[in-house]
């Protein structure tokens, strides 16, 4: 059952291959240990024609989630950076999702990841709303999730690490099964740290807050907002936060590159606010999609075009 929308080519160490053609071996290090880095970054329709939205802090992110994890990557951001934009362009995609992946490859078995081949892929393809276009405009519905987030210790927040992502995939299958959209984790000590793919925000009496970045993935939709909620006159800071505080809250929002920003309507069967999203999170969300796609000129900065 194949349900995403497949393309023409893949990039894979180096050169276009045909998108059937893009395969690995059975003993690939990074399919039997989570050995592997990615990214997830989008790339949207603008009046100046496809533009990728911050590649350049994606690529920075990557590389930063490879040193996290101790393997070299074998080529310069400059050449993955050229590598993406060529692949979009190959592919004809308007608008799309883009998966780099830097994996462990075959080679070698065993844990040591030391002496393992780096190998470097990139996809593209047409990917729309993650948590579907009802949930972006009217919110969704979240669990807590009864899986902890790993210890800071033990899953390295700041990387995006595949096998950190069972531990996302085991608190997401469970929402999917309790009959919600989307879970969030709370961390060892029981506080809220973010979603299964998304960091959050919630919105009280006016003031924008989202859980501490020490503790979660560093965002870059995260930052985007922050930086909106800077130009716009809205009150933002960082706080620990219980998961009572999110039932009290009068908005909550996710942010993520696949999920954009998708307000949140319910949360353990307690509805947040009027059970609408608030307008807060509705001016933010209205601002993003416009920066994205090339409508709010104060953020042209961050849209690498592709041509
Ligand atoms: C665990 C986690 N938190 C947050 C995010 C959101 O990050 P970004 O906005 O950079 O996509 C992601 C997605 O990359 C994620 O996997």
New binding site residues.
Partial sequence: MISLQEAKWIWLNGSLVPWKKAQVHFLTHALHYGTAVFE?IRAYKTERGTAVFRLKDHIKRLFNSAHVLGIEVPYTNQQLYDATIELIKANKLEECYIRPLVFLDYGEMGLNPLKCKVSVGIAAWSWGTYLGEEGIKNGIRAKIASFSRSHVNAQMTKA?ISGNYVN?ALAKAEAILAGYDEAIMLDTNGFVS?A????LFIVRDSVLISTPKAT??E????DSVIKIAEAEGIKFKEEKLTRDQLYIADEVFL????AEITPVREIDNRTIGNGKPGEITRKIQKIFFDIVRGKDKRFNDWLDLVK
Avoid: D, P, Q
């Avoid at 965002?219 to 995260?222: E, F, L």
């Avoid at 942010?255 to 696949?258: E, K, L, N, P, R």
């Fill in positions: 997830g995006k996302s973010e299964t793919g998304e960091n979660v993935l965002g870059i939709t995260r942010t993520g590159t696949a």
